[in-house]
C-alpha cells in the first residue's frame, strides 16, 4: 500500500483517491467529474506529449492536465 | 382544467453527453444542436408538445455536471431553475454512467423542484452489463422514474405522461435534506434556523440550500444574500468562517470537499444493495476504449488526425464546388438581366455592383460554409473533436489556450482556405472564457478562403518560381502571428490562470442522421441570418463610398467621345462586337480585336477615373501619408478598405485600381499579369500586401460574430483596430527592412 500522485500511476494500474488537494475551482471541477476519496481510478492512456492523461473512473473517461492531476493522490495496491 | 393549468413550464437538465439535445429533439422536434462536446449547449432552447390537452413548454438548459456558480452554463441552468420555478424537471441520466449523472440529480434535488429521472441511454448500460432495478432507483430518490433511448425516440410518451403526473402532485418544492456528517451537520443547522427565521431570500430559495451555499462560498448567493440582508450575511459567513478553520484543523480539509463527499457517499448508499449492479467496473476495455488505443495513439494519433483533417477539407471542397458554381451561375445570370432590364445610371450600377456583387459574393459561399459545419458536426457528434483536443491540448497550453483552441483555427483557414466566421462560431466549443476569447480574436489571422485568391494572384505575379513555398510560409506565417498575438493577449488584457481543462472522453457514437442535420442547418442558418441582416447595407454603402462623388459631367462625356469616335472607325455591323453585346468572332480581322481592346481599355480608364475621385479614392489617398511606411499607395488602400467588407472584394478593387496598363492589343492580360508589369509594384510591396491582408481587420461579417460570440461590441472594435495597428507595424517593418536591404527594387 503506498500513496503516490495520479500522475505516476503506470498504465493499467489502478489506484484509490485518497486525497484530492486542489481548492476552488479545479477543485471543485474535480469533485463535479466525482474524483472524490474513495474512487478507484485507471491510467487509460497518455496523449502524444505525455500530457493530458486519460483516466477511467465511474465508467466513463476523463482526461486532466499532468498539472491538475498532481493535486490528486492514489493509493495502489502493491507497492511499486 | 383552466388556461393556466394547460401550461406547464418544464426544464431539461443533465450532464453534458448524456443524450439531452437529443431528448429534446425527439420530443419537441425543434431545431436544436446535439453535440458530442461538453457543453455545447450555451443558450437557452424552447420548444414545445401537446399532450391530451396540456401543452408541455419545454425548455432545454444547458449541459453542466453541477449547479455550482463557476461556468456561464451552470449559473444560466441555476439561475433559470431559481428564478422561472418551471413545475417539473426533467433530469436526464445517463444510465450507463449512474454514479457521476447522479451528483446533478442530488443537487436538483436539494432545491427541492419537482424531478423526472430520464434514465436514458439504456441500451447503451445493457450492453455494458449494467442493471438498474427501477423501482428500487425511484423508491430511493423519491422521484419518478421512467427508461429511455432518445436516439431510437424510445420512452417518451411515458416520460411525458410521468412528468404531467408529478406536475401534478405538489406545488411546494420540498427539498432533500442530505446528512453532511458531524462536522458540518450542526453548523448546516444553526445557519437553517437563521435563515427560516429572518426569512432571508426564502421566496426563491431553500433556507438549507442557502445554507449550503454559504459554506461552500458560492459568491453569486452570498452576493445576493448580501444586497438582501448585510448583518444577517455577515453573520452566516462568520459561522461558515468558523467551522471552514475547524474542518482545515482538524481534517485537512474544508466544507465544500466534505459536502461534495457526502453527497457521493449518498449517492453509492442509494445505489447499493442490488439497485445498480455492474458486471465489469475499471479493468474491461470497451469497444471505445480500444478505438482511443488506436485513435489517440502516441505515432498513430497525431497522424490519423492529419488524415481526418485532409479528409475534411477534400470533402468540404470537392462537395461544395458544385453549389458554389451554381451560386455564381445563378448570380451572374441574376446580374445579366437585371443589366438588360435596367437603363443606364446609378440604379443599374446599386443594383448589379452594390446588391448582386456584394450579397452574392458573401451567399456564394453559403454551401462551403454549410459543408464545413457537417464535417464539424460530424467531429463533434462522434466524439473525435474531443479527442482531438486531448492530443493537442499540450502544444496550444505554451500559447495560453487550450486544446480546442485548435477546431476554431482549422476552421478558419488553418491549412489554407477556410473561413473566421464558422471557426469564430466554433470557439463556442471552448468553455472557458479568457482561452476562448483569446481564441476567438487570433482566429482571423488564419488564411481564410477569401484571402487565398488574392494570396494566389500576387504570387503568380511576383514569386511564381517559388509558388508553394511562399504559400507555405504565409501559412506558418499566420499560425505564428496566431499563436504569438494570443499568448501576448493572455499575459495582458487576458491574463489569468487557465481554467480547468477536465474534458470528460464521451463513448465514441456514430451520429443519428437527425442530429447532425439540425446541428448543421442551425449553425448555417445563423451564418444566413448574421451575414443577410448586415451584408445588404454594408454592399450599398461600399458600392456608394466607391461610386460617389460622381465623375462630372465633363469626364463623363470625354469618355463617351472617346468611344464614339471608336465606333466611327468601325463598320456599322461590327459595333456591337466592339461594345461586347455582341461576341467577337475569333476569325474577326485584328483591327477588330484591336477596337475591342479600345473599348475595353477606355471603360477601365473611366471606372479607374470614377474610383480615384470616390470617397474611397479620396480616403485611400488620404491614407497614403500612413501607408506609404508599408508601400501602399492609394490604389492599393482603396482595395483594403473594400476587403474590410469581405476580403474577396480586394482582387475585384484591385482589378479596377490597376485597369491602366500597356494600351496594347494585349487587353487579355490577367490581373496578376497587369500587376506584375505595374512600375509600382515589386516582390517586397507583394509580400507587404499579403502579410497585411493576414493580419489586419477581419472581414465585418467575422466581426458580426465576435459581436455575437464575445457579447460585446468591445472585442469586435478591438479586433478591428489592434489587428489593423498590428498590421501596419509588423508591415511597415518588412517593407522598410526590406528597403533598407536593397530589396525594393
Known sequence: ?80 | MTKSDADLLIALAGNPNCGKSTLFNAITGSHQHVGNYPGITVEKKEGSYNLNGTRLRLVDLPGTYSLTAYSPEELVARDFLVEERPRVVINIVDASNLERNLYLTMQILELGIPVVVALNMMDVAANRGIEINLQALAQRLGTLVVPTIARRENGIPELLEATVEAAGDQRTWVPLDISYGPDIDPVLQRMQELITAAGFLTEHLPARWTALKYLEADDQVIQRGQQADKELSRDLLELAAEVTDHIRKTLDSYPEAIIADHRYGFISALLREGVLVEMNRLDRLYLSDQVDRVLTHRLLGPLIMLIVLYGMYQFTFTYSEYPVSWLEAAFSHLAGWLGRLLPEGPLKSLAISGIVDGVGGVVGFVPLILFMFLAIAFLEDTGYLARAAYMLDRVFRIFGLHGNSFMAYIVSGGIAGGCAVPGVMATRTLRSSRERLATLLTTPFMNCGAKLPVFAMLIAAFFSEHRALMMFFLTLFSWSAALLLARLLRSTILRGPSTPFLLELPPYRLPTLKGLMIHTWERTWQYIRKAGSIILAISILLWALMSYPALPEARKQFFQDQRTALLTTVPQPMQASITGQAPLPEAAAPEFHGARARWRQIDREEALARLQRSAAGRLGLALEPVSRWCGFDWRVNVALIGGFAAKEIIISTLGTAYSLGNVSADESLSLSERLARDPRLNPLAALSLMVFIMLYTPCFVTLICIVKEAGSWRWAAFATVFNTLLALLVTAAIHQGGIRLGLGG
Open chain 1, 1 to 80: 500500500m503506498t500513496l503516490k500522485l495520479l500522475r505516476y500511476l503506470n498504465p493499467g494500474e489502478i489506484g484509490i483517491i485518497r486525497k484530492v488537494t486542489a481548492e476552488g475551482e479545479l477543485g471543485r471541477r474535480i469533485r463535479d467529474m466525482g474524483l472524490v476519496p474513495g474512487t478507484p481510478v485507471q491510467v487509460q492512456g497518455r496523449a502524444p506529449l505525455n500530457d493530458p492523461v486519460a483516466i477511467r473512473v465511474r465508467s466513463f473517461t476523463l482526461s486532466l492536465r499532468n498539472s491538475e492531476a498532481d493535486f490528486i493522490h492514489v493509493e495502489v495496491e502493491n507497492g511499486s
